[in-house]
């Protein structure tokens, strides 16, 4: 069985930090793409970060704010997410899955996905 469980959601002011943890079992966590995806309300599913192969992937609007890393013996991945802003408000997945080169970000390559975690960033 394979499941992977996010946490660490919150509610933050704009500039602060909030750190993501995925943490995944039934499957060998090291042998997979992990992505971080969002969802805000009405809006669709975007890439975030990926680790992928030993190399770190991230979305334009995240980039210089955002830290994708892993404890690969805890089976757990991290997102660290500073500098927030009230546009980073959203649901936010992590996923599992085997993407392509510049496939990263898209969600259909991805075969298992958590719950989510509510990230709310206030103004």
């Known amino acids: 069985e394979v499941q992977l469980v996010e946490s660490g959601g919150g509610l933050v002011q704009a500039g602060g930090s909030l750190r993501l943890s995925c943490a995944a079992s039934?499957?060998?966590?090291?042998?997979?793409?992990i992505g971080w995806f969002r969802q805000a309300p009405g809006k669709e599913r975007e890439g975030v970060s990926c680790?992928?192969?030993?190399?770190?992937y991230y979305a334009d609007f995240v980039k210089g704010r955002f830290t994708i890393s892993s404890d690969n013996a805890k089976n757990t991945v991290f997102l660290q997410m500073n500098n927030l802003k009230p546009e980073d408000t959203a649901v936010y997945y992590c996923?599992?899955?085997?993407?392509?080169?510049?496939?990263?970000?898209?969600?259909?390559?991805?075969?298992?996905w958590g719950q989510g975690t509510q990230v709310t960033v206030s103004s």
């Open positions: 996923a599992a899955g085997s993407p392509p080169l510049g496939g990263w970000f898209t969600g259909s390559w991805y075969d298992y």
């Open positions: 039934g499957f060998t966590f090291d042998d997979s793409a």
């Open positions: 680790s992928s192969e030993g190399k770190t």
